[in-house]
């Protein structure tokens, strides 16, 4: 018998766990959006790219090294003719069989070409950090949004399918009265007509259950819908936003990145227009090489080496207008970053007016549906009695009841809706209003 009781338990406690892993929550959903979702990711990989774009700027700074080596397995020597005390000598050019180079070169100034270039990228990294900081926080509140809309599809498909069963008790009801003369035809054709509707209406919400679990499953970067979502819609007070009084850009991630960029593009434009200042290096190169003989290895007898070092200045006089395009692509691309910017801030400004009038309106709307929900169950209440005594007709029983699922349908949108703007809200601000965790 103990025995028996043990696999029950044990039965019954992986069927528990079993049912446990098959519902998400939204804390699950914000922590696998975070680290599965396509966009965080790409956003992340910006990031990380333009961190190594400021370390390529470097360059600028840092001496380069490079090596080379060569043999040659024939040739035929250049002749010079020289004139020695009136005689004619032809002299073979000698070329090393093997080579080996080592060169150095360590830029000295550039016009501050390279400053501004580092200037530039890091600005970029700059950009691009708030860039994928901006991301996290839009696809958190994102998923917050989905999660809410999956689960408020969820509620209107049951008060779609209590108003399919009620209305399917009141056909049978109708049929029988037909029969024993207390209904006529033009009832049962009536509640045959809401039925027909009740029966759309849950289909629609059927179809509403799997496109919100589609789109939560696509932001969070999964191929399979995701299981069934557990929770409550929350009830959001007006008094949230009663902070929140004016727009602040500052505390937008977005728009300090689009900042960051068009300081970018300015200072890269600084580094483009310095074409026309000359390049000071200094160089030096160390040559190791045999033109005695054929060998590569004979480096008792076959080897010498030799060296140079000194100061290069180079000044790029033309280019073929290479450089000049290039420094007034880099001024337009300078000019399209700000008027970007400014667009932005002018979206941001009419977002933030436009969501907290309609977060205000929606709960608004949530407090008279919650008043229509007790006024309607009290006319449910008070419509049956009234049938059970003969003062009332099944059709006034059959209008309260589609009034009373009509106001908590109402009452849910008027959630979601809520919801919707008040994250909305938050993604114009850059503020985190309210942790729905």
Request: net charge neutral; glycine share 4%.
């Amino acid at each position: 018998m103990n025995h028996l009781k043990w696999i029950f338990s044990s039965f019954i406690l992986f069927v528990s766990l079993e049912s446990h892993s098959q519902v998400l929550n939204l804390g699950e959903a914000v922590t696998e959006a975070l680290t599965q979702s396509p966009k965080v990711q790409k956003s992340e990989s910006q990031y990380k790219e333009s961190s190594w774009k400021k370390t390529e700027t470097y360059s600028g700074f840092l001496p380069t090294l490079s090596a080379n080596a060569s043999y040659l397995f024939d040739k035929k020597y250049a002749l010079v003719d020289v004139n020695m005390n009136n005689t004619p000598l032809t002299i073979p050019q000698v070329v090393p069989t093997t080579n080996l180079y080592l060169t150095a070169q360590w830029s000295l100034f550039d016009g501050f070409s390279s400053t501004n270039r580092y200037l530039s990228a890091g600005a970029f990294e700059d950009s691009a950090k708030n860039d994928y900081d901006w991301t996290r926080f839009q696809v958190e509140r994102e998923v917050v949004v989905l999660f809410y809309k999956a689960l408020a599809a969820k509620e209107l498909k049951a008060v779609a399918e209590q108003n399919v069963r009620a209305l399917n008790d009141h056909l049978k009801d109708v049929r029988l009265f037909k029969k024993v003369g207390t209904s006529t035809n033009y009832d049962v054709l009536r509640v045959e007509v809401q039925m027909s509707e009740a029966q759309s209406e849950l289909l629609n919400a059927t179809d509403n259950v799997e496109v919100a679990r589609a789109r939560l499953s696509e932001a969070l970067g999964k191929d399979q819908d995701v299981p069934e979502v557990e929770g409550a819609l929350p009830r959001l007070k007006p008094e949230l936003v009663a902070k929140v009084t004016e727009f602040n850009s500052n505390e937008r991630k977005d728009l300090q990145s689009l900042r960051q960029k068009a300081e970018g593009f300015r200072y890269q434009e600084d580094s483009a227009e310095k074409y026309w200042v000359p390049r000071l290096a200094l160089i030096g190169q160390y040559q190791y090489y045999n033109n005695r003989n054929d060998r590569f290895d004979d480096y008792e007898n076959g080897f010498r080496d030799a060296w140079q070092y000194g100061i290069s200045l180079t000044w790029n006089i033309f280019d073929g207008m290479t450089s000049i395009s290039r420094s007034k692509q880099s001024i337009e691309q300078k000019y399209q970053a700000e008027k970007t910017l400014r667009q932005a801030e002018l979206k941001a400004k009419r977002d933030f007016d436009f969501w907290k009038r309609k977060y205000l309106y929606y709960c608004a709307v949530f407090e008279a549906r919650q008043n229509d929900i007790a006024k309607s169950e009290e006319s449910v209440r008070l419509s049956r009695e009234g049938q059970k005594v003969g003062a009332r007709t099944n059709t006034d029983v059959l209008d309260a009841e589609a009034e009373l699922y009509r106001a908590k349908a109402g009452a849910v949108n008027a959630q979601i809706g809520a919801i919707e703007a008040l994250v909305n809200l938050e993604l114009s601000t850059g503020q985190k209003l309210v942790d729905f965790n």
